[in-house]
């Protein structure tokens, strides 16, 4: 069983930054992936990032493609998600998400395990 505790969430106004932290309970040798999901009100489910932890690829969404970065501790089990130039449409509950294998082709994890969430407001 892996744990994953989320930080970093708040409310920031539009064009702002925030950085969110998930850190899980095991420590991420090995051919891991981590990465983040977000879930709006009304709307499903969307990919915002992942990391392939064996060599430290990164893939993105495209809708937050050169404003978001994904990047980890030297530990390798936390990461980070760097979120600049925030926008309203950004507010979500963004979920830390954690596989036991690679992201396919255009980052999507399976994921194995989920954080609780934490919650993202951009004002305007």
């Known amino acids: 069983q892996v744990q994953l505790v989320e930080s970093g969430g708040g409310l920031v106004q539009a064009g702002g930054s925030l950085r969110l932290s998930c850190a899980a309970s095991?420590?991420?040798?090995?051919?891991?992936?981590m990465g983040w999901y977000r879930q709006a009100p009304g709307k499903e489910r969307e990919f915002v990032a992942s990391?392939?932890?064996?060599?430290?690829?990164?893939y993105y969404g495209d809708s937050v493609k050169g404003r978001f970065t994904i990047s980890r501790d030297n530990a390798g089990n936390t990461v980070y998600l760097r979120m600049n130039s925030l926008q309203p449409e950004d507010t979500a509950v963004y979920y830390c998400t954690f596989s036991r294998v690679a992201p396919d082709n255009n980052g999507r994890m399976r994921p194995d395990y989920w954080g609780q969430g934490t919650q993202v407001t951009v004002s305007s």
């Open positions: 990391m392939f932890l064996a060599v430290d690829s990164t």
């Open positions: 095991v420590r991420t040798f090995g051919a891991y992936s």
